[in-house]
Structures are given as structure tokens and as C-alpha cells.
Nanobody, 123 residues
């Protein structure tokens, strides 16, 4: 079963950095588009970024451009989300979605989801 697994969340001070990881055990990420989404308490799930199966296409939500970077390491079969200059409003559960096909930052386009990893930005 295709089941993404997220890791790397935690507590960080404002202005700090975190790197989230997404793997899909038993599946090769070379054939999967991976999207990162987040959901804060009381809010809808929000798109963060995506990377295409070949890694050549990436997209970001406007509020993350310049602060977040998505990348794929095929040798490690892992997609990373490097988050810099974190703000308290970045606090949320971050989810990894997987799909075969294009790279949209739209949650409805993804059928396979991880359990999420909590990111808390607070002093």
C-alpha cells in the first residue's frame, strides 16, 4: 500500500529552520509526484509545495516562496522540505501527499497521504 511517511517536525524558535522528510516505503519516488501541505488548528489544509516525479518541476504557495525549498534525493528515495525563516504562523501539522501525475499544490489532486508531522514555531 502506498503510504507516505513524514518526519522532521518539532519545536523551533521564530527565525529558525527545520527540514522535513517524506519517504514512501516500498515505492520509488522517481515515479511519484510529492506534495507538501499543512493544516493549522481550525483551518483548512493549505498547499505548501510540490515536486514532480522527475524532480524537474517544483511549485510553491506564494507565502512560502523564498523561505521554503523542496528537493528530491532519488538515491535516498526521500523528498525534503527545507523551511527557513520560520514564523509562528507556520505552526501546523505538515502532510506529505503522493500521486502519479502532474505537480499541483492542490490537496484534491493527491490520493495518498501520510500521518503528518507537527511543526511548532514559538519562542
Amino acid at each position: 500500500q502506498l503510504q507516505p511517511v513524514e518526519s522532521g517536525g518539532g519545536l523551533v524558535q521564530p527565525g529558525g529552520s527545520l527540514r522535513l522528510s517524506c519517504t514512501v516505503p516500498g515505492f520509488t519516488l522517481q515515479y511519484l509526484t510529492i506534495g507538501w501541505f499543512r493544516q493549522a488548528p481550525g483551518k483548512e489544509r493549505e498547499g505548501v509545495s510540490c515536486i514532480s516525479s522527475g524532480g524537474g518541476t517544483t511549485h510553491y504557495a506564494d507565502s512560502m516562496k523564498g523561505r521554503f525549498t523542496i528537493s528530491k534525493d532519488n538515491a535516498k528515495n526521500t523528498v525534503y522540505l527545507q523551511m527557513n525563516s520560520l514564523k509562528p504562523e507556520d505552526t501546523a501539522v505538515y502532510y506529505c501527499g503522493a500521486e502519479y501525475g502532474p505537480c499541483p499544490v492542490v490537496s484534491d489532486a493527491y490520493n495518498y497521504w501520510g500521518q503528518g508531522t507537527q511543526v511548532t514555531v514559538s519562542s
